[in-house]
């Protein structure tokens, strides 16, 4: 069998595209997912209470349903009861982050629980509100305790992106389909397409993990 | 704007077929990846050290990678490498079980290791060999915390079957886009397919819920 690499240095610029738009909606997609979930966390801890089986449900419904299905529906149905039209990125981004700020919610969830009720107890004694509560003593060691949930959610964005690739979002995983079927040279590219995304996940991963175990001391109570 | 939901109950035949095939290949894909993952497990806890580093590599592979690419991968490479016709459903189940055994490889072993060693250094002080201790000692206490992750891998993988999609394996997800590319009712279509993955997708995920609290283990 005989390997000509030559083709990825052809077309570097074409899957160079590819992987700054995976890199753009990891980041996005990252950063909405994170800050809808903490809303939605907050919601289903400390909102009211005719509101909380609706957020539970769409939790679970989130946590019963494949990402595919979900960016399908947000690219291809969406648009027909909302009456707009969207780009394949703008509907990737809004389907990831509705996906992903599910289990971001949950992540939040299980740190703000793990923070003892007594300490909650303590501050209400020394006269602070719900507010100051949440945001000076349970959220600074929450913080810390979610870093290695978020570090692996933060691999299952990087690795959701690729599933764009099926409404024809131009990154990594679609120019990669492209470049393999026009050249003829499937184990090439996708070959260097798996250097790639382990390039760029093993690192976060390990990362996190290495900030992780920095900052640990500071998530013990 | 008017839709027509009787495109759904018009293909129910199909949809039931390719919901039989979902639930067949989740089901084929965890028998094939638990005895494969427990081996795995095995080879990185207690092999010679160089395969102990192939299993490691492994692992970590294909935990870091999109499964999406892995199904392409399998579906283009697999064929050339080996020199096998491979259907589209088994190159799909190929690309799974390689992918969820990577996970359960990780899954046993950080169960097997979260047993304090000093229970085994106990056992065999009181004469039993090693194997006997991760038997009978080990395993019975590390399986209590092992079921529920792979339960939630479980719901993972029943997820993720709908990604062999993209090479036409004729379970949910690809009926369902293919009805709605031949009758053009597209937002019947796709709320149906979403809809039967949530009646299926839903108990499993309270199931798992249910699971880690049944088997929780406090310290």
């Excluded at chain 1, 690499?5 to 890199?23: E, K, M, P, W, Y």
């Excluded at chain 1, 149905?77 to 919610?105: E, Q």
């Excluded at chain 2, 495109?7 to 639930?23: E, F, K, N, P, S």
């Excluded at chain 2, 304090?116 to 090693?130: D, F, H, T």
């Amino acid at each position: 069998m005989d390997f000509d690499f030559s083709v990825i240095t052809d077309h570097l610029s074409f899957l160079g595209a590819g992987i700054a738009v995976t890199l753009l909606l990891s980041v996005l997609s990252g950063v909405t997912s994170l800050a809808a979930g903490l809303v939605v966390a907050l919601l289903r801890l400390y909102g009211p209470r005719w509101l909380k089986p609706l957020v539970i449900l769409y939790i679970d419904s989130m946590r019963a349903i494949p990402v595919l299905v979900v960016l399908v529906w947000t690219f291809f149905a969406l648009p027909m009861i909302a009456g707009v039209t969207m780009s394949p990125f703008v509907a990737a981004l809004i389907g990831l982050t509705v996906h992903l700020a599910a289990y971001a919610a949950e992540i939040v969830r299980a740190g703000v629980e793990s923070v003892r009720p007594g300490q909650s107890r303590a501050a209400l004694a020394l006269g602070m509100s719900q507010t100051q509560i949440v945001r000076r003593i349970i959220m600074p060691q929450a913080i810390v305790r979610m870093l290695p949930a978020f570090g692996s959610l933060l691999s299952i964005t990087i690795k959701d992106t690729a599933i764009a690739s099926v409404i024809a979002v131009l990154e990594l995983m679609r120019q990669s389909e492209t470049l393999a079927g026009q050249s003829f040279q499937p184990i090439e590219v996708f070959s260097f397409a798996m250097l790639v995304y382990f390039l760029i996940l093993f690192p976060v991963t390990r990362g996190v993990d290495m900030f992780y175990r920095r900052v640990a001391h500071l998530g013990r109570s | 704007m008017t839709f027509d939901w009787s495109v759904v109950w018009q293909h129910r035949d199909a949809l039931i077929a390719a919901t039989g095939t979902t639930i067949l290949l989740t089901l084929a894909t965890m028998a094939i990846a638990v005895p494969c993952g427990i081996v795995v497990a095995a080879l990185r806890l207690y092999a010679w050290a160089p395969v102990r580093a192939i299993a490691t590599a492994y692992v970590e592979l294909f935990r870091n990678l999109p499964l999406i690419l892995v199904v392409y991968w399998a579906f283009y490479v697999l064929p050339i490498m080996t020199g096998l016709g491979l259907s589209p459903l088994a190159t799909g189940l190929a690309a799974l079980v390689l992918n969820v055994t990577a996970y359960n490889a990780e899954t046993f072993r950080a169960g097997i290791n979260s047993i304090r060693r000093g229970q085994v250094e106990a056992a065999m002080a009181l004469g039993m060999s090693r194997m006997q201790a991760l038997r009978r000692v080990v395993l019975p206490q590390a399986l209590r915390r092992i079921l529920p992750v792979l339960a939630s891998t479980w719901v993972s993988l029943f997820k993720d079957t709908s990604l062999v999609s993209v090479i036409a394996v004729s379970e949910l997800a690809y009926v369902a886009m293919q009805i709605r590319a031949q009758t053009f009712r597209v937002l019947e279509m796709l709320t149906a397919m979403a809809a039967i993955y949530w009646l299926l997708g839903y108990p499993q995920a309270k199931l798992v819920d249910w699971m880690q609290r049944r088997f929780a283990v406090t310290e």
